[in-house]
């Protein structure tokens, strides 16, 4: 069945960069109509969208926050990668990887089905 | 810029029914979804595609569209349906809206 798993570092100073990976199974990154997303969720706040890659490798970030990330994969390890880069405190909070659906005439996005347990990232100094 | 309103919270008593807003603020209110996360928990998915439930998803959960108000409503309130709700609309694949979130409280 499909399964997502994120890891990564728990506390990270500001102005830093951090790096969380998501390890999959039971699915292809390479499967059409298929990509792995980005959710972040700040303490007692609501879902913030980051981005994803989908199927052929093309990453698609929320346009708010591009500069600062970067979603890449590698599809022999069944990996997909997350990278912040001049972290702040906002950047806080509990970092998903998600399995998603993507529709593909237009390409749009249709649902986040299956969601990994969540990594919770401190930013202190 | 585009927005999803929720109200913040919405209670019921067991066995009746209640109704979760989602009104779009901008654009158009398209292919919207629904997540359910209960305390301590990862989001789960229970409607994509407006009205669709994915396998395992109870018939309890209905949910519509009508202009720029999507509804989630939830049937023969149970206790287990204590959580947040937040409903999803995508803006092509670079940016999915997310409503601020409701908190459903079983009374």
């Known amino acids: 069945q499909i399964s997502l798993k994120e890891s990564g570092p728990s506390l990270v100073r500001p102005t830093q960069s951090f790096t969380l990976t998501c390890t999959i199974s039971?699915?292809?990154?390479?499967?059409?109509?298929?990509?792995v997303a980005w959710v972040r969720q700040p303490p007692g706040a609501a879902l913030e969208w980051l981005g994803l890659?989908?199927?052929?490798?093309?990453?698609h970030l929320s346009r708010s926050l591009d500069d600062r990330l970067t979603v890449t994969r590698d599809t022999s390890r069944n990996l997909v990668v997350l990278t912040v880069t001049n972290v702040d405190f906002e950047d806080r909070g509990i970092y998903f990887c998600?399995?998603?659906?993507?529709?593909?005439?237009?390409?749009?996005?249709?649902?986040?089905?299956?969601w990994g347990q969540g990594t919770l990232v401190s930013v202190s100094s | 810029q585009p927005a999803l309103t929720q109200p913040a919270s919405v209670s019921g008593s067991p066995g009746h029914s209640i109704t979760i807003s989602c009104s779009r603020v901008?654009?158009?209110?398209?292919?919207v979804s629904w997540y359910q996360q209960r305390p301590s928990g990862a989001p789960r998915l229970i409607i994509f595609?407006?009205?669709l439930r994915p396998s395992g998803i109870s018939h309890r959960f209905a949910a519509s569209t009508f202009g720029n108000t999507a509804s989630l409503t939830i049937s023969g309130l149970q206790a287990e349906d204590e959580a947040d709700y937040y409903c999803?609309?995508?803006?092509?694949?670079?940016?999915?809206?997310f409503g601020g979130g409701t908190k459903v409280t079983v009374l």
């Open positions: 901008g654009g158009t209110f398209n292919l």
């Open positions: 039971g699915f292809s990154l390479n499967t059409f109509g298929v990509g």
């Open positions: 998600v399995h998603a659906d993507i529709g593909y005439a237009p390409k749009v996005l249709h649902s986040l089905d299956f």
């Open positions: 595609q407006d009205n």
């Open positions: 999803a609309s995508p803006i092509g694949l670079s940016d999915l809206l």
């Open positions: 890659i989908d199927w052929s490798g093309d990453g």
